[in-house]
């Protein structure tokens, strides 16, 4: 072995650098921080409730561990104290005074004066002592302020009925036992504020929750129209709510005036130059319908016809944006008739598949120009045309196949440019480069898209997808 691999191997069994605990500590505060994040509710709604519940229930919390802690603990203790300093009169009043020897005259001042129940058990012996409440407050108190104020045995009996405790103490010739209520050496009634803290909580949380929900569903209105809008809808909203969303409001409404106005400028334009471009090309055909018919001649016509067609692609491209309302249209009747379309562009349509519910609220004319546009770009460059369509969780999806040439995989959104013509097999030589562009532009007016594919024919996929 060389020198080299030594340190090769010298190397790999050499540990790694620690990490620092502040290191160490900050992706561990990333980690918990990342999986708090995806344990929390996305929605508006539910995290705004979270915002209010949150600091109600830690404020309660607060509050009835400092009760429980501080207030009912202390009432508890000084109730037992008494009832102990009750008991250890007793015991001396009996040590002192033996004359009464039935404890007679003792047991009625406890029971009239005390409202203690007294009972002399001569010769009896302390029970021992059973298993203790794992939670209770009173036998702990009772207890200690038994062997703080008489400090002699004793056995308590805290559960065995509800509704009194019996203590027993020794004394020289037996066992005094006394019996009181649990009132006297428990504050019984901190339920009550328990109760009535926990339903002040429940009814100011039930107002709050009322009032969030009117605060929200502006929001979710605006939301609504802002996705409605987008999928070319015709909307019709007013702003209500706080003043924050309601200039949001407005400034949704002032954005979807702007774009209006601007695509009907677009519109009135494109109109404008092709009345003009129209007469133009009126007066070539009529000076040309008045010559002499020569080669050269048919070649201007032949010109003029392109250029007539080229004029009604831009005005299709200007009506994308049209005024059309959606509407629920049945997809089956609609791709039964561009499977017609096709056919009579003489390719040779396999079939067309549909799955699920057909129905889709859209602009049928647009999405009927939108589909024609891809059959017919596929009708041009395949001999045979597939059609299928599907219904997804919120889309509906619109596949059209060929087995043409197809598109290079990096030119497929460089078509989708107005006025691009491709160089090589699908090159669109006799139109005027607005076809797939017409029909993005009608997919995204929907809110959807068109996206292209391989196809299992051997040539391009043209999906166009739509919100259902």
Excluded at 83 to 89: E, G
Aim: hydrophobic residues 45%; charged residues 25%.
């Amino acid at each position: 072995m060389d020198g080299t691999q030594t340190t090769r191997i010298a190397d790999a069994d050499r540990p790694a650098p620690a990490r620092s605990p502040l290191s160490a500590l900050r992706i561990a505060w990333k980690r918990v921080a990342r999986a708090i994040g995806d344990a929390l509710p996305k929605g508006l709604y539910a995290r705004s409730l979270i915002i209010i519940i949150a600091p109600v229930v830690l404020l309660q919390s607060v509050i009835a561990y400092t009760f429980m802690e501080r207030h009912w603990q202390l009432v508890t203790r000084r109730l037992s104290s008494a009832v102990t300093s009750d008991v250890a009169a007793l015991i001396d009043i009996y040590e002192s005074y033996p004359q009464d020897k039935d404890a007679e005259t003792l047991t009625r001042i406890a029971g009239n004066r005390l409202s203690l129940d007294l009972d002399i058990l001569k010769g009896a012996k302390i029970p021992l002592s059973g298993p203790r409440p794992f939670f209770s407050i009173l036998d702990e108190a009772l207890s200690d302020e038994i062997k703080r104020q008489i400090g002699r045995p004793f056995w308590i009996d805290t559960v065995g009925r509800s509704n009194l405790i019996e203590i027993r103490v020794a004394i020289p010739d037996g066992v005094m036992r006394i019996t009181a209520r649990r009132s006297q050496a428990y504050a019984s009634n901190s339920h009550i504020f328990l109760v009535w803290m926990t339903g002040s909580s429940m009814v100011l949380l039930g107002v709050a929750i009322l009032f969030l929900r009117n605060q929200i569903k502006p929001i979710l209105r605006l939301a609504a129209v802002a996705e409605g809008f987008g999928k070319g809808r015709d909307i019709e909203f007013r702003p209500r709510g706080a003043r924050e969303v309601r200039q949001a409001g407005h400034a949704f409404i002032e954005m979807k005036r702007r774009i209006e106005r601007a695509m009907e400028q677009r519109t009135t334009m494109l109109n404008g130059v092709s009345h003009d471009l129209r007469t133009i090309i009126t007066r070539f055909r009529l000076s040309l319908a008045l010559i002499e018919q020569t080669p050269e001649v048919e070649d201007l016509t032949r010109d003029v016809d392109e250029m007539s067609r080229m004029l009604e692609g831009y005005l299709a491209f200007a009506r994308g944006d049209s005024a059309e309302v959606a509407a629920p249209t049945d997809m089956r009747a609609l791709l039964e008739d561009l499977r017609t379309d096709v056919e009579r562009l003489g390719a040779h349509v396999a079939e067309v598949d549909l799955e699920g519910d057909t129905t889709v609220t859209v602009r049928s004319d647009a999405i009927r120009r939108c589909l024609f546009n891809l059959a017919a770009n596929a009708a041009r460059y395949g001999e045979t045309v597939m059609i299928s369509g599907r219904r997804e969780a919120r889309s509906f999806l619109v596949s059209i196949d060929d087995d043409g040439p197809g598109i290079p995989l990096e030119s497929r959104e460089e078509v989708f440019k107005p006025f691009v013509r491709l160089d090589d097999a699908r090159q669109d030589a006799g139109g005027s480069g607005l076809g797939l562009s017409i029909a993005r532009d009608i997919a995204r007016a929907h809110g959807g898209d068109v996206s292209l594919h391989d196809s299992p024919l051997g040539g391009l996929r043209a999906t166009v997808r739509v919100p259902a």
